[in-house]
């Protein structure tokens, strides 16, 4: 998601670096004028000019904030830690997403999905205050989840060994408020009563009984008067999320939830606008977000199927089989075009090092189309291959990082660190150092 939307935002004309650290600011008059970069691959540092710069870095906004040093703020963001399991979907079979109880009288809730042919599950809410870089599993996270999921479905019987990859992230909590990961925090909680009115509507939509603008209604009615409220100061863009601007003009959007990046967009463009606005007189008009789409998002919502169907023969069209190539469109959806215009390189790349061809175009487009510069890139951060196809991964690891050599035309000790990056990576996800 977050990738699709910095794909649509260069497609719309926004200049994009990957892989480089804000590391200072420049001012003229006490006011932002640049921003100072560390292109983390090179070493190199050089500055970015700005009329406006939004600190939008969730967890590490108090390290930017203080970077600029031009308030006194107190620290703002309380980060937890959360973590998800993966495990086959033969040791742990459900047909669609459930919540429960953790049975723990802790007052959380834990998921469990099913993703591809897998099952993962999650999360913890741990205090944190280690390294933001990188957030590790413990062995009490393993031991809770897996308690409280055994508890749940006895002949699951899991174990640590069972746990093919994990993942362990940070959430940008603002120490001022309670905000949870899915319903904007206690303020905004839905009543029973509320939950089942949903469900029941959901029901009934999904058996034709209701119009979708019935349930569209439902949810913009609960938008505003439940999690989602915004009373319109900046410290309210959106419930759980906070909008500050320092003496020297920095912007700081923090906290929120992925499901709210669209209002916390809105509302810091709402101000961000006339402060543009007031410095070179140019004026700018919000996209309608709701019904923008996302790169790769041009096709009917109500027709998914027959849109994916559509993608699909694209590829079938170009040699590949329905079954890759159905994949392919439902991780690429109306980009399918541009994907399949590189399985001619893609095909000679999967016959020098001998992988599949529907990885391979994958490939070429992450690194013409995606910014990918590393296999890990490629793996954890624009496909699904490190966490739900971790067997195929380490199938193709090889000949991934030697197609990426001979594609930028990298040297042995650049080739070395990238893989000696992923492979810290791969045992931290399969939790090596507690099994
Ligand atoms: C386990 C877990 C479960 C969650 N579940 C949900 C959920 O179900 N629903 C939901 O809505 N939300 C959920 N969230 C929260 C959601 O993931 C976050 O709110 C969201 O990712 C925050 O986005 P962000 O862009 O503010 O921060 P981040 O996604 O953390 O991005 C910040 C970025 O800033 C970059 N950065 C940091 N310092 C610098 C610097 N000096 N220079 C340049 N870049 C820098 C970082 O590299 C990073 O890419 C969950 C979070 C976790 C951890």
Known sequence: LVIENIKQANDDGADLLSHAKVVGFEYENNKIVAVKVEDLLSGETFTVKSHVVINTTGPWSDTIRQLDGSDEKPAQMRPTKGVHFVVDKSKLTVSQPIY?????????????????????????????????????????????????????????????????????????????????????????????????????????????????????????????????????????????????????????????????????????????????????????????????????????????????????????ARGLTYGQSLKLA???????????????????????????????????YALEEEGVYTPLDFFARRTTLMLFQHDKMLEVKDAVSQTIIDHFGLDQATADQQNKTLDEEIAKAELQYLK
Request: proline share 4%; charged share 25%; hydrophobic share 30%.
């Open 100 to 316: 429960f109880d953790t049975g723990e009288q802790d007052g959380r809730m834990v998921f469990v999905l099913p993703r591809e042919n897998k099952t993962y599950f999650g999360t913890t809410d741990t205090d944190y205050t280690g390294d933001f870089e990188h957030p590790t599993v413990t062995q009490e996270d393993v031991d809770y989840l897996l308690r409280v999921v055994n508890h749940r479905f006895p002949n699951a019987n899991l174990s640590i060994n069972d746990i093919e990859a994990s993942w362990a992230g940070l959430r940008p909590l603002i120490d001022s408020n309670n905000a949870s990961d899915y319903n904007g925090g206690d303020a905004g909680r839905l009543s029973e009563r509320t939950f089942d009115e949903l469900v029941t509507l959901f029901d009934d939509y999904s058996q034709n009984k209701v119009e979708r603008s019935a349930v569209e209604d439902k949810l913009q009615d609960l938008g505003s008067n439940t999690s989602e409220r915004g009373d319109g100061s900046p410290s309210s863009v959106s419930r759980g999320s906070d909008l500050s601007v320092s003496d020297s003009g920095l912007f700081t959007l923090a906290g929120g939830k992925i499901t709210d990046y669209r209002k916390m967009a809105k509302g810091a463009m709402e101000k961000v606008i006339p402060a543009v606005t007031d410095l070179t007189g140019k004026n700018y008009d919000l996209v309608q977000s709701s019904t923008y789409p996302v790169s790769g998002g041009q096709f009917d919502p109500n027709s998914y199927e027959t849109a994916m169907e559509k993608f699909a023969n694209v590829g079938v």
């Open 330 to 364: 439902k991780l690429y959806g109306s980009n399918m075009n541009r994907v399949v215009a590189y399985l001619p390189v893609a095909k000679e790349y999967a016959a020098k090092y001998d992988y599949p061809v529907d990885i391979a175009v994958s490939l070429i």
